[in-house]
Nanobody, 122 residues
Framework: QDQLVESGGGVVQTGGSLRLTCADSGHTFDRYIIGWFRQAPGKEREFVACIGSNDALTLYADSVKGRFTISRDSAKNTVALQMNSLQAADTAVYYC???????????????WGQGTQVTVSS
């Protein structure tokens, strides 16, 4: 069974950048759509971005379009989320997850990582 592990979280000032990485210990990573979600304190988990198995297709939440970029490195079995121009509203625990459908629907995603904390301070 695939296991996903997120890394790269931390504390950054408003306007700064962070790069999150999702790594997979299984052998079928390339077959999955990989998505990033986030959950802020007291709020529901929400979709951030996802990337198709062929890398050509990506989806982004309106709140991060133009600031975040999702990409896949098949050789390393990783998916990265480059986050630029970070704002306080981006503070959350970020999770990566695997799905068979390229949709921003949380219940589509079967395998989840443990999450990594991103804190944007002013």
């Amino acid at each position: 069974q695939d296991q996903l592990v997120e890394s790269g979280g931390g504390v950054v000032q408003t306007g700064g950048s962070l790069r999150l990485t999702c790594a997979d210990s299984g052998h079928t990573f390339d077959r999955y759509i990989i998505g990033w979600f986030r959950q802020a304190p007291g709020k529901e988990r929400e979709f951030v971005a996802c990337i198709g198995s062929n890398d050509a297709l990506t989806l982004y939440a309106d709140s991060v379009k133009g600031r975040f970029t999702i990409s896949r490195d098949s050789a390393k079995n990783t998916v990265a989320l480059q986050m630029n121009s970070l704002q306080a509203a981006d503070t959350a625990v970020y999770y990566c997850a695997a799905s068979g459908r390229l949709r921003p629907v949380l219940t589509d995603y079967s395998y989840w990582g443990q999450g990594t904390q991103v804190t944007v301070s002013s």
